[in-house]
């Protein structure tokens, strides 16, 4: 074993990985007394919560907007994620944007703006497509329904939901639990703009709709109406710095540059790591923000790793992987005719047909795009601004194109320019003379960056039958290795930036139950 005198002997507890997961657990354990080290492969903390810098602008890698962070005002709720980032001493100037998204359909002659507030949200949709507004109030009491069961199992702790309470008093959330979106959606027969514009978030979940569970949708597209979405005034990585930096003012140590390539166990527990230079670190608890199959399968001996374990992880479906185009403007959005700040653009949201198109690596009439600018003005800089386009793939759909001539630099610029050209011909916007800086990021660099499989975004797809609940539920059932856990966008709370950050804090919270509580 190599000395070094960056580590100590060992350590209440060790988290590899530093992005947001890993980051809010490590804190969460300092913030106890517990004597926490945090290790990241890459130069910086943060993981996809990263900015770059090209010329005169710093572009948002990922943080398109976040749920849960509402203030408690004029009717939102006050948000889970902004609850826990207070209690853990980070600062956060939280801007909501204006509008949850507008959806420009072209095949249904559709440019929609779904606004904030469920009562606005319902009068939009009848404004829309008459008749439909009562159809969209029950399907949100349907989603506040399931929200309010899933506060009530998570607040019951390790003894778990009382079968009668769910039985009496959440049973909407018993009916559909087993239902993906579609079939539910099915039921509520709404018109067909309706459901096209009421579909527009399914990006944000990685998979379509028929394979998608039901109670994930329900939390997500009920707390973004309810509370609004929000940004950070800065960018993601700065508000990744305010993490690390609570993490450090309560005593935790952080090391960059340090891949870990081993979890070491002994009689069936992880009792630390070693890394690349060959330092072995021990723990009395390991929480890894990372990849559990690539974990079973490169950092574990094969031996103390359970055939259930590795049946389970190679048997869940890896979410999508991202085309990303960044742009640096030398205009203002209004100057360029960019008057929201998220849009979904396509023929429509047949989420079903989108998503094998997305099997095949080429470009297709699909994006989401987000300018900063419009919900901050100025945020890039005075006269200036970024827009940034976004379509998902499947995660394969890149390595079918390898076999025969590809050139991977030419094939870049293609995907881009047909976003732009469809982008300017859909929403009348015109960004092609303004773009000073240009940027193209596919899974091949998500890859070499975090070292995600094939560049994944999205964690593992929640399908009806291996969700968000049916996860936490088996939580215990699936900690195969004693003193280790997996944290971050493959943990319960699947991915996005919410998500990661309260499934870490949540690790954390049964990490301190099984190191015997907070020091004193």
């Known amino acids: 074993m190599t000395e070094n005198r960056r580590f100590l002997p060992s350590y209440d507890a060790i988290v590899v990985g530093a992005g947001l997961a890993g980051l809010t657990a490590a804190t969460r354990l300092a913030k106890a007394g517990k004597h926490v080290l945090l290790l990241e492969r890459h130069n910086m903390t943060g993981g996809y919560a990263t900015s770059f810098v090209r010329g005169r602008y710093e572009f948002e890698v990922s943080l398109h907007e976040a749920c849960e962070c509402g203030d408690g005002q004029n009717g939102a709720g006050y948000g889970a994620v902004r609850a826990m980032l207070d209690e853990l001493g980070v600062k956060v100037d939280y801007r909501r944007v204006p509008d949850a998204y507008r959806v420009i359909l072209t095949d249904l002659g559709v440019d929609f703006t779904m606004p904030f507030g469920i009562e606005n949200a319902i009068a939009a949709i009848e404004k829309l497509e008459p008749g439909n507004g009562e159809k969209a109030r029950n399907y949100f009491q349907l989603f506040r329904e399931i929200n309010e069961a899933l506060e009530y199992i998570g607040s019951c702790g390790k003894a778990g939901p009382e079968p009668k309470v769910m039985a009496t008093k959440y049973s909407s959330f018993l009916r559909t639990a087993a239902y993906n979106v579609s079939d539910v959606n099915r039921y509520y027969k709404f018109g067909p703009k309706t459901e096209n514009v009421l579909n527009a978030y399914y990006g944000y979940i990685g998979r379509h709709l028929d394979e998608t569970s039901f109670t994930v949708w329900a939390q997500m597209i009920y707390i973004y109406p309810r509370d609004g979405a929000h940004i950070v005034n800065k960018t993601s990585h700065a508000f990744a710095n305010d993490i690390e930096q609570a993490f450090r003012d309560n005593g935790g140590q952080v090391e960059t540059n340090v891949r870990v390539v081993k979890l070491l166990t002994e009689g069936g527990r992880c009792v630390g790591v070693r890394t690349a230079d060959g330092e072995e670190i021990r723990a009395k608890y390991v929480l890894c923000n990372g990849n559990p199959t690539q974990a079973y399968t490169r950092m574990l001996d094969r031996a103390d790793v359970p055939e259930e374990a590795l049946k389970l992880s190679g048997a869940r479906k890896l979410g999508g992987s991202p085309f990303m185009v960044y742009m640096g403007l030398d205009a203002t959005p209004e100057e360029m005719g960019i008057d929201s700040y998220e849009?979904?653009?396509?023929?429509?949201?047949?989420?079903?047909?989108?998503?094998?198109?997305?099997?095949?690596?080429?470009?297709?009439?699909?994006?989401?795009?987000?300018?900063?600018?419009?919900?901050?003005?100025?945020?890039?800089?005075?006269?200036?601004?970024?827009?940034?386009?976004?379509?998902?793939?499947?995660?394969?759909?890149?390595?079918?194109?390898?076999?025969?001539?590809?050139?991977?630099?030419?094939?870049?610029?293609?995907?881009?320019?047909?976003?732009?050209?469809?982008?300017?011909?859909?929403?009348?916007?015109r960004i092609r003379d303004h773009i000073?800086?240009?940027?193209?990021?596919?899974?091949?660099?998500?890859?070499?960056?975090?070292?995600?499989?094939?560049?994944?975004?999205?964690?593992?797809?929640?399908?009806?039958?291996?969700?968000?609940?049916?996860?936490?539920?088996?939580?215990?059932?699936?900690?195969?290795?004693?003193?280790?856990?997996?944290?971050?966008?493959?943990?319960?709370?699947?991915?996005?930036?919410?998500?990661?950050?309260?499934?870490?804090?949540?690790?954390?919270?049964?990490?301190?139950e099984m190191m015997g509580g907070a020091e004193s």
């Open 343 to 429: 849009y979904f653009v396509g023929k429509d949201m047949d989420t079903e047909r989108i998503w094998t198109e997305t099997n095949e690596w080429v470009p297709h009439a699909k994006l989401s795009a987000t300018c900063p600018d419009v919900a901050i003005p100025g945020l890039t800089g005075k006269g200036i601004s970024q827009l940034n386009f976004t379509a998902l793939y499947d995660p394969e759909a890149m390595d079918r194109a390898k076999p025969g001539k590809y050139d991977y630099l030419s094939e870049k610029e293609r995907f881009a320019n047909v976003m732009i050209d469809y982008f300017e011909e859909t929403t009348g916007a």
């Open 436 to 512: 000073e800086e240009l940027a193209l990021a596919t899974p091949a660099t998500f890859n070499r960056y975090t070292g995600a499989p094939k560049g994944n975004i999205y964690g593992y797809v929640c399908s009806a039958v291996d969700g968000a609940v049916p996860r936490m539920l088996a939580a215990e059932k699936e900690r195969y290795i004693l003193g280790l856990d997996f944290i971050g966008g493959a943990g319960f709370r699947a991915h996005g930036y919410s998500s990661v950050i309260t499934d870490g804090y949540a690790c954390a919270g049964v990490a301190l």
